[in-house]
Structures are given as structure tokens and as C-alpha cells.
């Protein structure tokens, strides 16, 4: 959570710079990001993830420094070899699949992977993340009912801002009572609590592997980054409202009331995070840039058929 | 010619269970034009998938279970119903 939020941070910096133009947007989504990976097992386990999902991918094996090759758009980019929009990341042995920004369609292709767990006898599980406006999507809900019909290994986390800068006006418990109407478990849970998140996606794995069928969490989280950015919109006492929300800020102030936490594990802990990303800053400024002969690597497949 | 396609798809079946066929009416109907006749008796319905009325569903759940190690055909019983699959 805390390095996903230093490398956020630099990349606000580096952008004001001119010298990237990035920005993930995942400031306020850490916990329930965090506590996916944490159900999950990295490397075994599938996710199709949100584009600009910064925590998870992290936590299932991507590096800070994969991080910045893709936004300095280096040729050794692991994700895209500086092809892609930075942040959407994809890692063959992370089992991280690369999706489009289009909200909501890659949960067909999410329930495909999955269907090949179940039929191939396999424990894997596959979580796959949209925001609130991908389950208005048809394709959202031809996955949904493929899961459902198929009692799939297969987690659906809606990651839902909708209850922090944009106020637009929505039937917020939709995806829970659609997701029961596909013959799915639901539950909706507040994203921004750490040790909630990770009990429900717990409960989801446990589920899926269990040959229990599919889950639906619907997670409540307030998105921090456009309001840091920008937040002179907002009145002070609303900022400040949504701020005691921070997600980071509340584990930290519930650790440091437990007493498992103090102020200098804190500080060092913040202090190695951003001595990562600077590290990975400098190392990914002198990775050379793709060339010219590369362009159509990986672009057309040369194999007659999948091995 | 269906019965080219049948016997290919039997063929590959037969001699590699990652393959499987999905699609609209392939499983107990044995397709529309008669492409899956007897496949879903002979291999099961693991393999041999009736999926609902939804293209898209049908290219994407494909997409994924290759990504997975399936070798899955996708069927799109007439040529104008790719259309809503292009996503």
C-alpha cells in the first residue's frame, strides 16, 4: 500500500515536471487492492485487474522499477516493452493479464480462464476487478452468467468510487442484487478498512477453491487523487472529511493505537519505499528506448497454434 | 463439407483433450447445420459447451481459456452474428 502510494506520488511530481505524463488515479484504493493479493496466491493464481491497478499488481510481483520502465515507455518495459499506456501491466508469470481501459469487458475473458481451471482440475482462482460503470456493460453480465450457469473459481471485486468526488446519483447496491440474480454469492463491504476487505475476499477465495462457485464483492472506496490534485474545488471541510477516509491513514492509525506500530517503524518504512521508487526512477531514465525494427515484436503470433 | 468439419473437429478431439468446442447449439442439438452431431454424447459437456445467446460471451470466454491452456473452437452459428463480438 505504501509503496503503490510513494510511486503515485513521484509520478504527481514527475508529471507537474513535464518529464512523464502518468498518472495511476489509485490513491484511496489500497486496501481492498492490498487485501486482494493478500487472499490470493502470486504466481499461481489469475488476475485480470482495473487498468492503473498500481497496488495489486505489486503485490502479485510486479516491481517498482517494471513500474517506471512502462512509464518512461523503455524497450525492457516487462509489460508491453513501452507499448501500452503506463499502468496497464501484464505479466505472463505473475499470471497478470494486460486488459483495455474499456470498463467491464474483460470479465468474459476472465470467466474463459477460469472455466479452464475448473475443467482442467485446477485450484487456481481468478479474481477479475471493473469500477461501478464496467457491470453496466453487456459484457459484464454475459461473464456474470457464464460464472454463474458454471459455479466458476472466479471473484468479481467492483471497485466503487462513486461515494467520494463524484457524487452522480446511481442505484449503488445494483451489483450485489444483479450478481444474485446470476446465481453468484455477493457482499458488499467498505474498501477502505483493510482487515474487512481482506475477511471477505478470504471468505471469496476459500469459496472458489472449494468448488463453492463464484463471488461478487462490491467494495465501497474514496478516491483520493483527483481531490489531492485538484482539491481546491472542494470546500476545506469536506476535503478533511474524505481525508480521515484514507485508507493508509486508517490502518496506520488503528496499528499505531494497537501498539504493534510507532512513529519511527513508520517513518522507515516510508523512507525505504520512496529510496525504491527514486532507485527505479533513476534506473528506468537510462534504460534505452525501444527501436525502430522492434515496432511488430509480439504483434503477430508466429506459432501455427498454442502449445 | 459438414461432414469435413465434424470429422475435423473429432479428429483434433480425439487426439488432444485441451481441445473442446463452444458455441450455441453445439452440445445436445449437435448444431445448427449438424457440424457437432454425436460430439457432445461421445465427449461430454465439459468439452462439447452449449453457451447462451451472447457472442461476446462466446469469443471472450475463448479468449481466456486459451490464455488458461484450453485449445477451445468457437462457434458462431451464422456469419452475421459476429457482429456483437467485435468488443
Not at chain 1, 259 to 271: F, I, N, P, T
Not at chain 1, 295 to 305: H, I, K, M, P, T
Not at chain 2, 15 to 24: I, K
Amino acid at each position: 500500500m505504501l509503496m503503490a502510494r510513494a510511486i503515485e506520488r513521484r509520478l504527481w511530481v514527475m508529471s507537474r515536471l513535464e518529464e512523464v505524463r502518468a498518472s495511476f488515479k489509485g490513491t484511496g484504493f489500497e486496501a481492498v487492492r492490498a487485501a486482494a493479493a493478500a487472499a490470493l496466491r502470486p504466481g499461481f493464481d489469475w488476475v485480470v485487474p482495473c487498468p492503473l491497478d498500481l497496488t495489486l499488481c505489486l503485490a502479485m510481483g510486479m516491481s517498482p522499477l517494471d513500474v517506471m520502465l512502462a512509464v518512461f515507455g523503455r524497450a525492457a518495459d516487462p509489460s508491453s516493452a513501452g507499448r501500452q499506456a503506463p499502468g496497464t501491466f501484464g505479466s505472463k508469470a505473475g499470471r497478470i493479464v494486460m486488459t483495455s481501459a474499456a470498463a467491464g469487458r474483460h470479465i468474459v475473458q476472465a470467466a474463459g480462464i477460469a472455466y479452464a481451471s475448473k475443467v482442467s482440475g485446477r485450484e487456481e482462482v481468478t479474481l477479475v476487478c471493473t469500477d461501478l460503470r464496467g457491470t453496466y456493460a453487456g459484457d459484464w453480465h454475459e461473464g456474470i452468467s457464464f460464472a454463474g450457469v458454471h459455479a466458476l473459481p472466479l471473484i468479481c471485486l467492483v471497485e466503487d468510487h462513486a461515494a467520494g468526488s463524484r457524487p452522480i446519483p446511481r442505484h449503488t447496491d445494483a451489483p450485489v442484487a444483479r450478481a444474485q440474480g446470476y446465481g453468484l454469492a455477493s457482499e458488499a463491504i467498505d474498501g477502505g478498512d483493510l482487515a474487512a476487505s481482506l475477511a471477505a475476499l478470504s471468505r471469496a477465495v476459500e469459496r472458489a477453491r472449494s468448488k463453492g462457485g463464484a463471488t461478487l464483492i462490491h467494495a465501497q472506496v474514496v478516491e483520493l487523487s483527483s481531490i489531492v490534485a485538484d482539491g481546491g474545488m472542494l470546500p476545506p471541510e469536506q476535503l478533511e472529511a474524505l481525508a480521515r477516509q484514507d485508507p493508509i491513514d486508517r490502518l496506520r492509525r488503528r496499528l499505531l493505537g494497537a501498539g504493534v506500530l510507532d512513529d519511527s517503524a513508520d517513518d522507515e518504512v516510508q523512507r525505504d519505499c520512496a529510496g525504491a521508487v527514486e532507485a527505479a526512477v533513476a534506473e528506468a531514465r537510462l534504460s534505452p528506448s525501444p527501436e525502430g525494427p522492434r515496432a511488430l515484436d509480439n504483434v503477430f503470433s508466429r506459432e501455427q497454434r498454442p502449445g | 463439407m459438414i461432414e469435413a468439419v465434424r470429422a475435423a473437429i473429432t479428429e483434433e478431439m480425439e487426439r488432444d483433450e485441451r481441445v473442446l468446442v463452444m458455441g450455441e447449439d453445439v452440445g445436445r442439438k449437435g448444431g445448427v447445420f449438424g457440424a457437432t452431431d454425436g460430439l457432445y454424447a461421445r465427449f461430454g459437456e465439459a468439452r462439447v459447451l452449449d453457451t447462451p445467446l451472447a457472442e461476446s460471451g462466446i469469443i471472450g470466454v475463448a479468449i481466456g481459456a486459451a490464455l488458461n491452456g484450453l485449445i477451445p473452437i468457437a462457434e458462431i452459428q451464422f456469419a452475421d452474428f459476429i457482429h456483437p463480438a467485435f468488443d
